[in-house]
């Protein structure tokens, strides 16, 4: 397959008429972004940024990243209901990581009134590299997990049909019918959905809480339009409507401009610049409230990479889902080496090894959105900087993984073609809903491909450094 994919790349004026055509294919299908120079207008739009080409990915890897799905669905679910689990894992974080206490000092606040909420629903997307290690068989490793505002679900849905059409122009008819279908939109609204009904208040909205600037707005809109689609009511607001509009009831019950919400759907929230003194009344006011929370708070805490590390522990994962041994060997065999930075004697060892080969790791923040990791000689530096203070305390380590470039063609508005050598990371969405104790949804609901040029160490699409992409499987 890949020897095909060579012989089409070696075509340059094919490629060139194709790019043409996969422009036109990605805003017909709706692969859209509002401007830098707008970003709260849809009046100006443009494609969001995706890959000539799509990109093979080992079948044997995908059904690995797709079978382990549900476990660490259910291993967020069961962190986030940990409390001392979160407590004692998090307790050196907060002493020198501000956001993290903030979002910890209402965690316990809510936990201390008593929780209003009863059906809890969690959308999260594990993200993945194939690492190729020193014997250049690849092998499937967890980056991250992401507990809040995992994005792209509704863009990714939109472009197969752009890659499908881009093979069809290069007479690749057949390979384009073995693009693997994805719908990850359909599926994020089945879980709201599904929170929603259980909910039980038929007149109630789905409130997705959104950023001030808005430049990814259409992907947000595949998932409302799903849920229009099921006669169900969404609101966008963002936090300082919360603040100046939002009360509970007696039964705290959440209400913004006369209208109960059901369902809050963060796709804001997840960094500190999204917080000020405000902003942060109007989350603890959300968190009090019976609506559902997507993610709860305690799920947010769940996700941060602090957990991450301590889930590598031997007997942790054991410790979490006791009495799931075949989820729990599912879920470490997609661990890369983890390692703790605390002030003793394992982070001193740790410390001294990083700053002695910074190419072997990569220096991880208590941080979602991307463009937040460190590497290399920047690694190195902010290292010798505070290697005898409690501030790394807010870091972990994590060994570097090394996928196989390929090369491909990354398309972005107002950029020349032209070929670059890339690696890509593979995202499964996972959707759950429990209620109470019962968990009444735990599935898998698509993928998301993204592909970035080598010479970029970290960052998303929507920090500007990744493209959309879609898996070839092989």
């Not at 259910?74 to 993290?100: C, G, H, M, R, Y």
Request: aromatic content about 8%.
């Amino acid at each position: 397959m890949a020897m095909s994919w060579d012989a089409v790349l070696r075509d340059e004026e094919a490629l060139r008429e194709a790019a043409v055509v996969a422009v036109d294919a990605a805003l017909l299908e709706g692969v859209l972004m509002r401007t830098e120079g707008c970003p709260n207008a849809s009046d100006v739009v443009n494609y969001a940024p995706f890959t000539l080409l799509p990109s093979v990915v080992p079948s044997e890897l995908f059904e690995q990243a797709y079978a382990v799905q549900q476990d660490f669905n259910l291993l967020v679910d069961a962190i986030s209901q940990n409390k001392e689990f979160l407590e004692q894992t998090l307790a050196s974080t907060i002493k020198v990581d501000d956001f993290t206490a903030q979002l910890f000092r209402i965690h316990k606040q809510v936990l201390e009134e008593g929780l209003a909420q009863s059906v809890f629903l969690g959308i999260n997307r594990s993200d993945y590299m194939f690492d190729c290690g020193v014997y250049g068989t690849p092998a499937l490793k967890q980056i991250e997990i992401n507990t809040i505002a995992a994005s792209f679900g509704g863009l990714t849905s939109r472009t197969v049909a752009v890659h499908g059409r881009v093979l069809k122009v290069l007479g690749k008819f057949q390979e384009a019918s073995h693009l693997v279908p994805n719908n990850p939109s359909k599926g994020l609204a089945l879980g709201i959905a599904k929170a929603w009904e259980l909910y039980g208040s038929p007149s109630a909205v789905v409130m997705f809480l959104v950023e001030e600037v808005q430049r990814n707005i259409f992907d947000q809109r595949c998932v409302e339009n799903e849920l229009w689609n099921r006669n169900i009511r969404v609101i966008r607001k963002r936090f300082r409507d919360v603040f100046e509009k939002g009360s509970l009831d007696d039964a705290k019950r959440l209400y913004i401009d006369g209208q109960e919400v059901a369902v809050v759907y963060y796709r804001e929230g997840y960094v500190p610049t999204n917080y000020d003194q405000q902003n942060w009344e109007a989350r603890l006011l959300l968190e009090r409230s019976r609506a559902v929370k997507c993610p709860d708070i305690a799920t947010q805490l769940a996700g941060t990479k602090k957990v991450q590390q301590e889930l590598s522990r031997p007997g942790t994962l054991e410790q979490l889902l006791p009495g799931h041994t075949e989820a729990i060997a599912r879920i470490r065999a997609t661990f890369a080496g983890l390692y703790s930075l605390e002030v003793g004697e394992e982070g001193d060892r740790m410390v001294a090894a990083a700053i002695a080969d910074p190419d072997r790791f990569v220096l991880k923040p208590q941080r979602e959105g991307g463009g937040n990791n460190l590497y290399g000689e920047e690694l190195k530096q902010v290292l010798e900087k505070i290697r005898d203070s409690p501030e790394r305390n807010a870091y972990i380590l994590m060994d570097k993984i090394k996928p196989q470039p390929a090369i491909n063609y990354l398309l972005r508005a107002h950029s020349p073609l032209q070929a670059s050598e890339c690696i890509s990371e593979l995202g499964i969405f996972g959707v759950y809903v429990r209620q109470g104790q019962k968990m009444v949804m735990n599935k898998a609901a698509g993928h998301l491909l993204r592909t970035k040029a080598i010479e970029h160490a970290d960052g998303g699409v929507a920090a500007g450094v990744a493209v959309l992409d879609t898996p070839y499987v092989v």
